[in-house]
């Protein structure tokens, strides 16, 4: 079965989140304890969304995080792209099976389909925007 990294699933949360709250401010800390996530692994994955665009920071008094974009210009494709490396279902490299087999590029298939599938959606198809 295809399956999110607990990174992706954390920046969907936290973006679907701040969609939520529009333009204010969220705390990280405060996302965290909701979502119930560690707040430093929340805090990497928040600066990660932030350097790719989708989201925005401010420091200090007043700080927090928000969208960097309208929901309907973030794409789940392109968040999931920038959360996730890209990587084989199966690493075939010491299988004796490896010559005459297609299965590595049956698998790649399905994983570029699962790929495509969120790059039709924007954040704000699923928030219902």
Known sequence: MLQLTRRADYALRLLIHLAGIESSRAQIAQI??????????????????????FTE?????????RLGRDPRDINLGDVI???????????????????????????DRASMAFRAEFAKHSLADIIGQ
Do not use: F, Y
């Open 32 to 53: 965290a304890e909701a979502q119930r996530i560690s707040r430093t692994h929340l805090m990497k994955i928040a600066n990660d969304l932030t350097h790719a665009g």
């Open 57 to 65: 920071t401010v420091r200090g008094r007043g700080g927090g995080i």
């Open 81 to 107: 792209e920038a959360m996730e490396p890209p990587c084989p279902l199966v690493d075939c490299t010491s299988c004796v099976l490896v010559q005459g087999c297609a299965l590595p590029s049956v698998l």
